[in-house]
């Protein structure tokens, strides 16, 4: 600590920072962390959590309807929006006081105000009692990412991500641009909740990057929902009519008129004011800041991780990056992170879960693979008369028997694949799989009952 104001000065308040900063605090280091907006970030504060929470409210629509095959006579629900506000705000403080709760005991000084490099060994925090400087032994920089808007015409009337939360009033008429994982789960959240969403994606299918079956299956499903999905198209232009709705023009030369229009077209590293040139600190092309297996950048004493690296952009993957350094600086230096299972779910109606390899991927990688696959109606929608159905497959290397990528998209996928992540970390076997009971009637026994590879 010699010369030096603390062990580990973090910047950004998120769960990659917060986790940084507590376990090193554990560890005996002098540890400040610099947040100037709500603790836990995205995923606590405009992210996840409150988009898990509105999931859950916008899954009952659907609930209230399939409880008649089931013999329930229910009076018509009426949605209340400005509860399902309220409610989710007092979570929300709850969960920071939490996380403020989890710093305070663990000793971490907690300053609120903006912090910035003025150099690679000098962080300014302005505060609302002015500015003050530190000289910190090792700097984390954790500060997520941010929506990204693209610049044209009328660009001023769009919401991103964000602020979609405390909308006011409940938009009647949504259009969501974008078809990653964001849109689509917002497109199926205001769906569920009783807005008319138009969903637009300039691409030839949504949720670039997934195994293309899930894919169509994924757009079949949400169509089936009542989201009007339109595919190959863009917004060209939005004008505010004088009765305060927007006509959107498109590529096509179609219009939509609407209440509220989402862009979800993608996040980039939050690094605007971070000052990390004066640091000399290297950044991609797109503005992340480049680090090496340790999460070192190019000052040594400077470190990042989570979303502001663009590695991999998930809340659990910052968790296990921030531990990696808090081991690196105060432990003993031997914990690492393997990007290659890790499992991940996307909160549609219904849910994607997914571990591994796409089968596109796989057949790249591997050469001959087997693929197993079954789809059908849970026994839940033979009385319901709901029409969702279900879709499950696995990606198996025909050399070693090994599965290499599970995919689901059904009710609860995210909950299901968890536990089946666990088995392909440990090098489950297609026979493994078969040699497993399955759990009967359920929709997880599914992936230990298949038994026949499509042909082909």
Same mark, same amino acid.
């Given at each position: 600590?010699s010369?030096?104001?603390?062990? *580990?000065?973090?910047?950004?308040g998120?769960?990659g920072?917060? /986790?940084a900063? /507590?376990?090193?605090a554990? !560890?005996?280091?002098k540890?400040?962390l610099?947040?100037?907006a709500?603790l836990?970030?995205?995923?606590?504060?405009?992210?996840?959590?409150?988009k898990?929470?509105?999931? $859950?409210?916008a899954?009952?629509?659907?609930d209230f309807?399939?409880?008649?095959?089931?013999g329930?006579?229910?009076?018509?629900p009426?949605?209340?929006?400005q509860?399902?506000?309220?409610?989710?705000?007092?979570?929300?403080t709850?969960?920071?006081?939490?996380?403020?709760?989890?710093?305070?005991?663990?000793?971490?000084e907690?300053?609120?105000?903006w912090?910035s490099? &003025?150099?690679?060994?000098?962080?300014?925090?302005?505060?609302?009692?002015?500015? !003050?400087?530190?000289?910190?032994?090792?700097? *984390?920089?954790?500060?997520?990412?941010?929506?990204?808007v693209p610049?044209f015409?009328g /660009?001023?009337h769009?919401?991103?991500?964000?602020?979609?939360?405390?909308l006011?009033?409940?938009? %009647?008429?949504l259009?969501?641009?974008?078809?990653? $994982?964001?849109?689509c789960?917002?497109?199926?959240?205001?769906?569920?909740?009783?807005?008319?969403?138009?969903?637009?994606?300039?691409g030839d299918q949504?949720?670039?990057?997934?195994?293309?079956?899930?894919?169509a299956?994924?757009?079949?499903?949400t169509?089936?929902?009542?989201?009007?999905? /339109?595919?190959?198209?863009?917004?060209?232009?939005?004008?505010?009519?004088?009765?305060?709705?927007?006509?959107? !023009?498109?590529?096509?030369?179609?219009?939509?008129?609407?209440?509220?229009?989402?862009?979800a077209?993608?996040?980039?590293?939050n690094v605007a004011?971070?000052g990390?040139?004066?640091?000399?600190?290297k950044?991609?092309a797109a503005?992340?800041?480049?680090?090496?297996?340790?999460f &070192?950048?190019?000052?040594?004493?400077?470190?990042?991780?989570?979303?502001?690296t663009? !590695?991999?952009?998930?809340?659990?993957?910052?968790?296990?990056?921030?531990?990696?350094?808090?081991?690196?600086?105060?432990g003993?230096?031997?914990?690492?992170?393997?990007y290659?299972l890790?499992p991940?779910?996307?909160?549609?109606h219904?849910?994607?879960?997914?571990?591994? *390899?796409t089968?596109?991927?796989?057949?790249? %990688?591997?050469?001959?693979?087997?693929?197993?696959?079954?789809?059908?109606?849970?026994?839940?929608h033979?009385?319901?008369?709901?029409?969702? %159905?279900?879709?499950?497959?696995?990606?198996v290397?025909?050399a070693?028997?090994r599965?290499?990528?599970?995919?689901?998209?059904?009710?609860?996928?995210g909950?299901?694949?968890?536990g089946?992540?666990?088995?392909?970390?440990?090098?489950?076997?297609?026979?493994?799989f078969?040699?497993?009971?399955?759990i009967h009637?359920?929709?997880?026994e599914?992936?230990?009952?298949?038994?026949?590879?499509?042909?082909?």
């Amino acid at each position: 600590m010699s010369g030096f104001d603390c062990d *580990l000065f973090v910047i950004g308040g998120g769960s990659g920072g917060v /986790r940084a900063a /507590r376990m090193a605090a554990e !560890r005996g280091a002098k540890v400040l962390l610099a947040e100037a907006a709500a603790l836990g970030g995205t995923c606590v504060n405009v992210g996840c959590i409150p988009k898990k929470l509105y999931s $859950y409210a916008a899954h009952f629509a659907q609930d209230f309807q399939d409880a008649a095959g089931f013999g329930w006579d229910l009076e018509p629900p009426r949605f209340d929006w400005q509860r399902l506000k309220a409610n989710r705000a007092r979570e929300i403080t709850r969960l920071n006081g939490v996380y403020g709760q989890l710093l305070s005991s663990a000793g971490v000084e907690v300053l609120r105000g903006w912090a910035s490099f &003025r150099d690679a060994q000098t962080i300014q925090v302005q505060t609302t009692e002015g500015k !003050r400087l530190f000289r910190p032994a090792h700097v *984390l920089v954790a500060t997520g990412g941010t929506p990204t808007v693209p610049d044209f015409p009328g /660009r001023e009337h769009v919401l991103t991500s964000d602020s979609m939360f405390d909308l006011e009033p409940f938009p %009647r008429r949504l259009v969501v641009a974008g078809g990653g $994982y964001i849109a689509c789960e917002f497109a199926s959240i205001f769906r569920g909740l009783g807005a008319e969403v138009t969903q637009l994606h300039r691409g030839d299918q949504v949720l670039r990057g997934f195994d293309e079956e899930i894919r169509a299956f994924l757009a079949q499903e949400t169509r089936r929902q009542g989201v009007e999905l /339109r595919l190959g198209v863009e917004v060209t232009r939005i004008i505010r009519n004088k009765g305060e709705d927007l006509q959107v !023009r498109l590529t096509d030369g179609s219009e939509l008129a609407a209440d509220t229009v989402l862009f979800a077209t993608g996040r980039v590293p939050n690094v605007a004011g971070l000052g990390l040139e004066a640091a000399g600190v290297k950044q991609s092309a797109a503005g992340a800041i480049e680090v090496d297996d340790r999460f &070192r950048t190019s000052v040594p004493t400077i470190l990042a991780v989570g979303d502001v690296t663009a !590695r991999l952009q998930l809340t659990p993957v910052a968790l296990a990056e921030a531990m990696v350094v808090v081991d690196q600086l105060f432990g003993s230096g031997e914990r690492s992170i393997d990007y290659e299972l890790v499992p991940t779910a996307v909160f549609t109606h219904p849910n994607i879960g997914t571990v591994g *390899l796409t089968e596109e991927q796989a057949r790249k %990688r591997h050469g001959g693979v087997r693929i197993f696959r079954s789809e059908f109606k849970a026994l839940k929608h033979t009385l319901s008369g709901h029409g969702e %159905r279900t879709l499950m497959k696995l990606v198996v290397d025909a050399a070693s028997d090994r599965v290499v990528g599970l995919h689901m998209v059904g009710p609860d996928a995210g909950e299901i694949v968890q536990g089946f992540a666990v088995a392909m970390r440990a090098g489950a076997t297609k026979a493994v799989f078969d040699s497993t009971i399955g759990i009967h009637p359920t929709v997880a026994e599914e992936f230990v009952t298949m038994r026949q590879p499509v042909p082909g």
